[in-house]
């Protein structure tokens, strides 16, 4: 199957990500409106992190996905500067559109019993655009709160 649709929403979706959330400025890295909140770095970082839980819950790994989210959680807490959870999330981004790419010929293939449980394999590109599209949205009331502007993501 032509992974090309799909590549191309998940450019899209970073792209929008990438242009939201821009006005982000290295000191906003531990900001969070309350205790036990993902700080900014920290949404970056979990967005990063989920995008390689759904790429390794289709492709890598055979029992589907890892279902430890305390540890997920903690590994993007782990994360306080900005410019290295926007790092993750480049690679994460890469990532992704290099396995729709190598994995093209089992995007048909159902995911294992579970999250997304019978969904064909490409079902994942959906899931990271919305779960992407929920943290954008989170992190545009976090910059208003920090009396940041977000860019409009589709201009």
Not at 70 to 83: D, G, I, Q
Request: proline share 7%.
């Amino acid at each position: 199957m032509d992974p090309a649709p799909f590549l191309g929403e998940l450019a899209a979706t970073q792209r929008f990500f990438t242009t939201a959330t821009a006005c982000f400025l290295p000191v906003d890295a531990g900001f969070a409106p309350r205790p036990g909140m993902f700080s900014v770095a920290g949404q970056f970082a979990h967005v990063a992190r989920t995008i390689d839980w759904f790429i390794e819950g289709a492709f890598v790994r055979s029992d589907g996905f890892d279902m430890d989210f305390a540890r997920h959680n903690a590994e993007a807490c782990a994360v306080a500067e900005l410019a290295a959870a926007r790092a993750w999330l480049e690679r994460a981004f890469a990532d992704a559109s290099a396995a729709f790419t190598a994995h093209a010929a089992r995007l048909h293939e159902p995911l294992p019993p579970g999250i997304l449980g019978g969904l064909p394999r490409l079902a994942v590109a959906g899931a990271i655009v919305d779960h992407t599209s929920h943290h954008r949205g989170s992190l545009a009331v976090y910059a208003r709160l920090l009396g940041r502007e977000p860019a409009m993501p589709y201009a």
